[in-house]
């Protein structure tokens, strides 16, 4: 697993994320002149080792995200940008769907412009209904 990914933005101010921590290096210029001040991120996927048996082989091979941290390096890179987000599941054999689809429910409540989509394995037509109708999410992830 990477420990970090280096970006460099079009408008030559690079970032160093390193778990959910970014920091601005080699400012020039106006930063961010770019971007629009009305942005949404179409594929966002959040995760949590909760969602795995206490057993399960890939436990710990990815960081818990959460849309707070997200939410944070975005402010970030992106300052005074309003962000919503298409906010995914991470598929993975053995995890629990219902907590994870729950966890999307809880995480999308405070973006007026996010959505949630819901995993689809094994689901039945009535399932997604509920899912909408209970939860609010909005489309499906196949």
Same mark, same amino acid.
Request: hydrophobic share 30%.
């Given at each position: 697993?990477?420990?970090?990914?280096?970006? &460099?933005? +079009?408008?030559?101010?690079?970032?160093?994320?390193?778990?959910? @921590?970014? !920091? +601005?290096?080699?400012?020039?210029?106006?930063?961010?002149?770019?971007?629009?001040?009305?942005?949404?991120?179409?594929?966002?996927?959040?995760?949590? %080792?909760?969602?795995?048996?206490?057993?399960?082989?890939?436990?710990?091979?990815?960081?818990?995200?959460?849309?707070?941290?997200?939410?944070?390096?975005? !402010?970030?890179?992106?300052?005074?940008?309003?962000?919503?987000?298409? &906010?995914?599941?991470?598929?993975?054999?053995?995890? %629990?769907?219902?907590?994870?689809? !729950?966890?999307?429910?809880?995480?999308?409540? +405070?973006?007026?412009?996010? @959505?949630?989509? @819901?995993?689809?394995?094994?689901? !039945? &037509?009535? %399932?997604?209904?509920?899912?909408?109708?209970?939860?609010?999410?909005?489309?499906?992830?196949?």
């Amino acid at each position: 697993m990477a420990k970090g990914t280096g970006y &460099v933005s +079009p408008d030559r101010t690079e970032y160093t994320i390193h778990l959910h @921590r970014v !920091r +601005p290096t080699n400012l020039e210029g106006k930063p961010h002149q770019f971007c629009a001040n009305e942005n949404f991120d179409a594929h966002t996927h959040l995760w949590s %080792d909760v969602f795995l048996p206490p057993d399960h082989p890939a436990r710990g091979l990815s960081p818990t995200s959460a849309i707070a941290a997200t939410v944070k390096i975005n !402010r970030t890179v992106f300052p005074g940008r309003e962000i919503g987000y298409l &906010v995914l599941g991470s598929p993975c054999p053995g995890c %629990d769907i219902d907590a994870q689809k !729950r966890f999307i429910a809880e995480q999308i409540k +405070p973006g007026k412009n996010s @959505r949630g989509h @819901r995993l689809t394995p094994d689901c !039945r &037509v009535e %399932d997604i209904h509920t899912d909408v109708e209970k939860l609010g999410l909005t489309g499906l992830k196949p």
